[in-house]
Structures are given as C-alpha cells and as structure tokens.
C-alpha cells in the first residue's frame, strides 16, 4: 500500500503539480545577478500588494486612506505601509486574510487535527483547500494564520533549497532529530511516506537524558546519516555526551543544520567539535517559512530574497514581507527578532548573491525584565550558568519581582549555587526574589526547550 500511495504522491503532487520545475526555479535564484535578484524580489513584492490592495481588508482601507497605488511605487513608498505585528493581527485576524476566504478561517481545520486521509486529500485536491496553521507562542496566546496548498508548497520549496545550502544529495541519508511533542509527528503516516521517498530518516528525541541520548547515539551509528537537522539544544545535549564519553566509530556527518530556536556560537562550536561536522544556521519561523540561512561561505546568513523582503527598523528588528501567502499575507510584520548586523552584500567563494545578514538573537521572550524596567538578554544568564558540573538549567520569570532557576546537576553543586545566587543578585539587583532549584532529573520541555522563559509581557 505503501508503494502505491507513494506513486500516487510522485504522479500528481510532485509531477503533475510542477513542483519540480518550480524548485528548478528557485534552486538557481541565488546565484542571479543583483539586478536579476531585485527584479524578481519587486515584482513578487508588486504582486503581493496588488493582491493586498483588491482582497484584504486591512490592506484596500489602509492604501486608500494613505494614498499607496501598489501599481505605481518604489521602496520608499512601500515604507509607508503601517508596519504590524503579531498583537495587531490577533486583535482582528479576518482583517487580514482574503476577504474570499474568511469563513474559512471560522471553519478551518488545523492540520494538527487531521487524519491521514484528510492530509492525502489536501495535498492531492486540485482546488484551493485551507487550513489553519499556529505558532507555537512561548508567551500569551499563539497566532492562527491560514495556509493553502500554494503556501505550504512555497514553504516545501523553501525547506528543500535549505537543504541544497548545507549540501545535501538525494542519494546520502538525511537524519531529522525531533522532540516527540512536537506536532509534525501527529500526522505520521503521510510524513513516513514523503521520508521514505526523500531517503530521510527521523528519530525522536523524548527527554533530556543519559540513557536516552546513549540509545539516540547508537541509533545514529546505525543509520550512518550524511546530514543531521535538528534543535540546536538537542544537538548540543547530544554533543556533550559523545565529547563526555569520548564516543568512537560515528558516521562521517557532512552537515548539520539548526533550526526551530535561537542558536548561540558556544553551541556550535561543541556541536562542530563532538560532530566533526560543519554546522549551518537557519532563521525563520512557522508564519514566515525560512528567511535566512547560511551556506558553504559561512559568513553569515543569505536572506531568501525571493521568498521575503526584509527590513531592518532602528532597533535592528527583523521586518518581514513575506511573498509566499496570498490567503493571509504578512506585510512589513515586525518578526521583535533583532539582527547582530545591517543587512549587507559581499562576494564569497559561495556565489550566491543574496544580501545577509550575521546571526539573529533575541526574541521578546528571551529577556528577563526588571523591576525598575531593565532588559537583561538570555545571553547574559548563559554566561553566569555555564558550568560543567550543570548539566541544564532554565530560568522562568513568572512575576517581575520573581525568578525561578531551575538547574540539573548529578553532583553537588552547593557552592556553584551560592555564587551563581550572589552573581545574579548583583546583576539583577535586590528587588528581585531568585529561587534556584536543582533536579536530579533533566528538565522537562512539551515545546521547544527555551533557557530563559519569561511570562511577563
Ligand atoms: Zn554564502
């Protein structure tokens, strides 16, 4: 059955839909001249608001009251477009999908709930079928957004050329690390088939400990992948156990590709140093599809100039366009992710010509705040809380007069406590209670596991 269901995917969504002449398409645009690149990027961007202009709501009010013509005008123009974010969009979603559509966001099923034949159907069905799709929001309320068939194959071209940058062929394994939570196991069935068709194997990372990654550990051995992709604190965990137990005979890993959380360089550099492979970054989210990534310079991370306009605000926070959803588009959508660098353009032995920017830090949720208002970045705390005998930790603001510190050590660890608790005090000031605990147990995550989670909004 397996076999069949495979052909019938093969036939009509990968070739009869032309899936693979557009990804054809898109593989070589990077490698467009400048102008070539910025052709494209307007055009797309035209088309988006032209779309915006006649079926959003929002976006026909707002261009006629600022006086925007999305036929005629130049990137200055474009700025004048109010800029939205993830509150704004909440507050009134139907606003912002095609007017054509907005029942559907009432009725809409979220993928989530759907069975393996409703996903068959979806996938196969010839007409604009919706779903509902969400971010998963460490903080307050997640964001409902809608997707159809031409936005989520965007996002699987998208998926596949991120691949390409870390130099992935179809003939050498791909492993895929999961967090069993996470939603994309729901639908198992269908994502078994697509694995199998795609030379891709998965293995579930369940808990954060020792007897697990040793089992995950001779799983990889087993499967001998060429490639990883995974999150980078699962990756790291697993890292620290092969350099911890001096691990032998793993497979020769090409690349690694991080993805799903903010990624700092002291993990790279322990995943580089375990894996003796190379480590690409990505930066993108579930709304938004990849928006940047590195590739083979390493340089920094090329923006996907024909999937997203990105804008910097004088913050350095990371405003999205993106081109890919015409059903609930995302325009000048304030990403509060913030940029290490401007955004800029230098030739490398890559030849890609997109424009890059350096690493992405920071979203809203990773900072503590304190009483007298000050913004500490999760940065700060792994500093403070890096130490060997820890073995992880979290921290979690509940109140802004309240800090818990959560670390798991399997040794005595009274004295890095007492200065941790004196460093923090120092920093953080007296008018913050701490509240450091330890587990014998690692730590617990449904989500993504965060180091800093703060509930403060
Ligand atoms: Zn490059």
Redesign the pocket.
């Known amino acids: 059955m397996l076999d069949n269901i495979n052909k019938i995917i093969r036939n009509r969504f990968i070739i009869k839909s032309g899936f693979l002449n557009r990804y054809e398409a898109i593989k070589k645009n990077p490698f467009l001249s400048r102008n070539e690149i910025e052709e494209i990027s307007f055009n797309k961007l035209r088309k988006l608001l032209i779309h915006c202009c006649i079926y959003v709501p929002y976006y026909s009010k707002t261009m006629k009251e600022i006086g925007f013509n999305p036929y005629n005008f130049n990137l200055n123009d474009f700025k004048k477009l109010p800029v939205v974010n993830k509150k704004i969009i909440q507050a009134n979603p139907s606003d912002f999908i095609d007017y054509r559509y907005r029942k559907c966001f009432r009725n809409a099923k979220s993928y989530k709930n759907m069975n393996f034949f409703e996903i068959l159907f979806f996938i196969l069905s010839l007409n604009q079928r919706i779903f509902l799709d969400s971010t998963t929001g460490s903080t307050g309320k997640p964001l409902y957004f809608l997707q159809n068939k031409h936005s989520y194959v965007n996002l699987l071209l998208g998926i596949l050329r991120s691949w390409k940058y870390m130099g992935y062929k179809k003939s050498n394994k791909l492993l895929l690390i999961w967090q069993e939570d996470l939603q994309m196991h729901k639908t198992s069935l269908f994502l078994k088939i697509m694995y199998s068709m795609a030379n891709i194997e998965v293995i579930n990372f369940t808990e954060f400990s020792r007897k697990k990654t040793k089992i995950i550990i001779t799983k990889i051995k087993k499967i001998r992948p060429v490639y990883i992709i995974g999150f980078p604190s699962i990756i790291y965990w697993i890292g620290q156990y092969i350099l911890e137990n001096k691990e032998k005979k793993l497979p020769r890993i090409k690349s690694i590709q991080l993805i799903g959380e903010q990624v700092f360089y002291f993990q790279k550099a322990l995943i580089e140093k375990a894996f003796g492979s190379k480590v690409f970054f990505t930066y993108g989210s579930r709304e938004l599809g990849h928006i940047a990534l ?7 991370l ?1 923006i996907n100039e024909d999937m997203v306009h990105l804008e910097l605000n004088s913050k350095r926070e990371i405003i999205i366009t993106n081109f890919q959803n015409f059903i609930m588009p995302f325009i000048r959508y304030n990403t509060e992710d913030i940029a290490l660098s401007k955004v800029f353009f230098s030739e ?1 032995k ?1 030849k ?1 010509n997109f424009k ?1 920017i350096k690493n992405v830090i920071g979203r809203k949720y990773d900072h503590i705040a304190t009483p007298n208002n000050r913004k500490i970045h999760a940065f700060y705390f792994l500093r403070v809380l890096s130490n060997k005998k820890i073995l992880q930790f979290q921290l979690i603001q509940r109140r802004k007069d309240l800090i818990d510190v959560i670390l798991y050590s399997k040794q005595n660890i009274e004295k890095e406590i007492k200065i941790i608790k004196t460093k923090l005090r120092k920093f953080l000031g007296r008018s913050i209670k701490i509240n450091i605990k330890k587990l014998d147990a690692p730590i617990k995550s449904k989500n993504k596991f965060k180091y800093v989670i703060s509930n403060i909004d």
């Open positions: 590195e590739d083979n310079c390493h340089k920094g090329h490398h890559c890609n890059m």
